[in-house]
């Protein structure tokens, strides 16, 4: 037996792979980016590895989730690797403040996505999903293969730009949907190579972000500031923002920062849900049971045949098996599938020193798949969702959108976009992979299908 200290872990700190001297961990993580953290918790609760010059701590265990997460989160900030990624493209959004700027933008936009305001918007997401369906019609008629996640990426882009704008801004649409996938893509690309030149650098990719980034800046506050000379009473996400007070100073958010909130909502809000929707598809597709009972819900629910509905806010509590799949498919493939903080100061998790200014991370990917929370972990099992069946789970062994103070606060709008739009499209249509070969992950800023995902439309 190996020698322990006091607290449970090997004599002489927290385990880890070794890795090559000069790179630590680097190349294996790049060839296998989600064997490789799935592989760390072999080492335990806490797994300690290197990437070039930087030491990582890998969170495996839901207390210690919650330690970083909640109990401790002021001691562990978005850190100096995310931010450098995000704030030039999104600023001081919410995705990126801190301290008492984050705080007082949390505050002005948490009634704006109360479930009030999001029921708001269920009509509006029903309606660009049938507009889709509309489109998908010659594909339909000649068994076309669609690309689902491209099609998924545009329905939720347009329905992000409604649901901000009310209509399509001022850009030609195309531009806008090239623009903003040149930017999340980009972003994708600087996680997976860290020691890319900067943006000042005029390379081919860093003048393709700075053209996109122009093209969305133009959109965005063009529209802002015909709001402000128009006074129009619109509805929509923009008007809640704008009309968001401080509740000690009265005062609202100036051009610069609603810029920033609406390219966070923009970049964080449509790539996540496109994902999370072509996988649910996928599952469905390959899963017959499972989409045999979720197909009966929605004859119980909405009618069958010409006399089938349109799903509605009001229809969700009793789509129940539809809400399980959602749930079940943002654990196998939560669109965010890694986040990570650094450390202020210094703190022990589990029993493992993390030092000041140590990275720390933490997967849901790795946590949904833990067989020590979740039995034949990889199976898709929607019933793990059944009322009842959560009894006893702790509370992070399942965190698609993060958890406590900065959980993400679109969750509610993202749950009722992606329930809406599996019930709408799956009521007039069925989708069939176009492939045999089973649909890989490629682990990128988001958990995408590597590849795409080919699949034709059957009339249902």
């Known amino acids: 037996m190996s020698a322990t200290t006091s607290r449970g872990h090997p004599a002489g700190g927290t385990p880890g792979p070794r890795g090559n001297p000069v790179l630590g961990s680097m190349r294996d993580f790049q060839r296998d980016k989600l064997g490789f953290i799935r592989g760390l918790t072999r080492y335990g609760d806490v797994a300690r590895y290197r990437m070039a010059h930087l030491t990582w701590y890998q969170i495996n265990h839901p207390d210690g989730i919650r330690r970083v997460l909640q109990e401790n989160n002021r001691n562990y900030g978005k850190g100096s690797l995310t931010l450098g990624v995000f704030k030039p493209v999104v600023g001081e959004g919410l995705l990126t ?38 489109r998908w019609r010659p594909a339909v008629q000649d068994g076309t293969p669609l690309d689902v996640p491209a099609e998924m990426a545009r329905l939720t882009l347009d329905i992000a730009t409604a649901s901000l704008f009310h209509a399509h801004v001022g850009e030609e649409p195309g531009a806008i949907a090239r623009a903003v996938n040149t930017l999340v893509e980009d972003l994708g690309y600087r996680f997976e190579v860290p020691f890319y030149p900067p943006p000042r650098v005029p390379t081919p990719r860093n003048r393709r972000r700075r053209a996109a980034l122009r093209t969305v800046d133009r959109a965005v506050y063009k529209i802002i500031a015909e709001r402000r000379r128009g006074g129009g009473e619109e509805d929509d996400l923009l008007a809640l923002l704008m009309g968001a007070r401080d509740e000690a100073t009265g005062e609202a958010m100036d051009d610069r920062q609603l810029r920033d909130e609406v390219i966070t909502l923009f970049l964080a809000g449509h790539e996540t849900t496109a994902n999370a929707l072509s996988w649910a598809f996928y599952l469905l597709a390959t899963h017959p049971e499972a989409e045999t009972r979720l197909l009966e819900e929605l004859d119980a629910v909405l009618g069958t045949g010409d006399g089938r ?44 020193r993390i030092p000041a200014g140590a990275f720390v991370m933490l997967s849901p990917y790795v946590l949904h ?24 789970r702790p509370r992070f062994a399942y965190f698609p959108f ?25 009521g007039r249509c069925r989708l069939r992979p176009a492939s045999d070969r089973p649909a890989e992950a490629e682990a990128l800023a988001t958990l995408r299908p590597r590849g795409g995902l080919p699949m034709t439309v059957e009339p249902a």
């Not at 749930?327 to 493992?352: C, F, K, M, S």
């Not at 039995?375 to 009894?391: H, L, V, Y």
């Open 369 to 392: 798949r833990h067989p020590g929370y979740w039995a034949d972990p990889d199976a898709f099992d929607p019933d793990r969702f059944a009322p009842g069946r959560s009894n006893g």
């Open 309 to 352: 509905r349109v799903p509605t806010l009001e229809d969700l509590p009793r789509l129940a098996y539809t809400k399980m799949v959602v749930d079940e498919t943002l654990r196998l493939y939560p669109p965010a599938w890694i986040t990570n903080r650094q450390a202020v100061t210094e703190d022990e998790i589990l029993g493992h």
């Open 402 to 426: 993060g958890g406590g103070p900065r959980q993400c606060i679109g969750q509610g709008m993202a749950l009722v976009e992606a329930q809406l739009v599996l019930a709408t499209v799956l």
């Open 97 to 134: 403040s801190e301290g008492p700027l984050w705080l007082r933008q949390r505050r002005l936009m948490q009634p704006v996505f109360h479930k009030r305001s999001v029921a708001a918007f269920g009509p509006m997401m029903t309606d660009e999903t049938l507009a889709m369906l509309e």
